[in-house]
């Protein structure tokens, strides 16, 4: 999937160079990127009963969707077409691409800020626990996920026009000022069903904000490393983000698992004691909201690498029409 995944996102920052195109191809992607997980998952149990269910339907539902998509990946990279600056790219050496990164400090607060982008959702593997025990079972699990995958779809193309007014970091910001609203109101009224749907919609539809926008901002992060050491590493920066997100979702999970445990909670039990329920609030409701506040305060730092790229896009230009 990585190794998938990788190039794919990579590709909007070499086949074009204009900024608004890239945008567009980010939300572009961002948007479809979420429907298909909206529709996977919706009617995952249903394909999967025609397919006879159990783990044979299992089995051949995600075949199927494995195949689908590889097709599907395999025409995107045939059918598209690279454009650069320059009209060759020499093969970066391990050491100089990592020195490169390594000196842009957008990558390091890119890469951090994937980490936590990674880590709240995983915090969210407790949805189940929180609906079971502070909702009395009121609320079905399938139904509120599908909604939190719907809620980013519809953030995407919301945010569309807000992105273009305002700019990708400051859009993105205030998707997640959402998302934090939305953790606001489960503190207001924990217990409330209808709380709970309202403030899934909310933290799901910040979110969107951010899905959209996210492959331009790892391609500005591209533009500046080029800019500023001459090097040129898509694939190391798109793979610090990759590697931010993969131990964010372990971080998220680790931490889920501990608080359970630190709680005492009882896997089966018809009720949990105060110590187990408030540990489930505290991954439902606190971890995510600590870590979202954190994405915001990343994409602060990154106001500033979007107000220059207008003339690092310009310099850059320039100097490779001189070579």
């Given at each position: 999937?990585?190794?998938?995944?990788?190039?794919?996102?990579?590709?909007?920052?070499?086949?074009?160079?204009?900024?608004?195109?890239?945008?567009?191809?980010s939300q572009i992607f961002g948007f479809f990127n979420t429907l298909a997980a909206v529709v996977i998952n919706l009617f995952a149990s249903k394909i999967m009963a025609v397919f006879g269910g159990g783990a044979s339907g299992?089995?051949?539902?995600?075949?199927?969707?494995?195949?689908?998509?590889?097709?599907?990946?395999?025409?995107?990279?045939?059918?598209?077409?690279?454009?650069?600056?320059?009209?060759k790219y020499d093969k970066v050496p391990l050491g100089l691409g990592l020195k490169s990164i390594f000196t842009n400090q957008y990558w390091w607060v890119l890469t951090f800020m994937q980490l936590m982008v990674a880590l709240v959702p995983s915090m969210w593997a407790v949805t189940a626990y929180y609906c079971i025990y502070w909702l009395n079972g009121a609320v079905d699990v399938g139904a509120l996920m599908s909604l939190m995958w719907g809620g980013i779809t519809i953030g995407v193309l919301a945010f569309i026009p807000v992105t273009r007014k305002i700019g990708k970091g400051k859009s993105a910001a205030l998707g997640f000022l959402f998302q934090i609203f939305?953790?606001?109101?489960l503190i207001i009224a924990p217990t409330s069903v209808a709380m709970a749907w309202i403030a899934a919609f909310f933290r799901?539809?910040?979110?969107?904000?951010?899905?959209?926008?996210?492959v331009a901002l790892r391609a500005d992060v591209v533009e500046y490393g080029d800019w500023k050491t001459g090097v040129r590493a898509e694939g190391m920066v798109f793979s610090g983000a990759s590697f931010g997100m993969k131990v964010g979702t372990g971080i998220g999970g680790a931490i889920v698992a501990a608080l359970l445990a630190w709680g005492g909670y009882v896997a089966g039990a018809a009720t949990q004691?105060?110590?187990?329920?408030?540990?489930?609030k505290f991954a439902f409701i606190y971890c995510p909201l600590i870590g979202t506040s954190l994405i915001v305060v990343c994409l602060v730092f990154l106001f500033s690498l979007e107000n220059k790229m207008p003339q690092i896009r310009e310099e850059l230009l320039e100097r490779n029409k001189e070579s």
């Open positions: 999937l990585t190794a998938m995944a990788l190039p794919i996102q990579a590709l909007g920052s070499v086949i074009t160079t204009n900024l608004e195109q890239r945008l567009k191809i299992y089995f051949y539902y995600f075949g199927t969707v494995g195949l689908i998509g590889g097709l599907m990946m395999v025409a995107c990279f045939k059918l598209t077409r690279e454009r650069t600056d320059k009209p939305g953790s606001i109101l799901a539809f910040g979110v969107g904000g951010y899905s959209g926008v996210i004691t105060e110590k187990a329920m408030s540990a489930i």
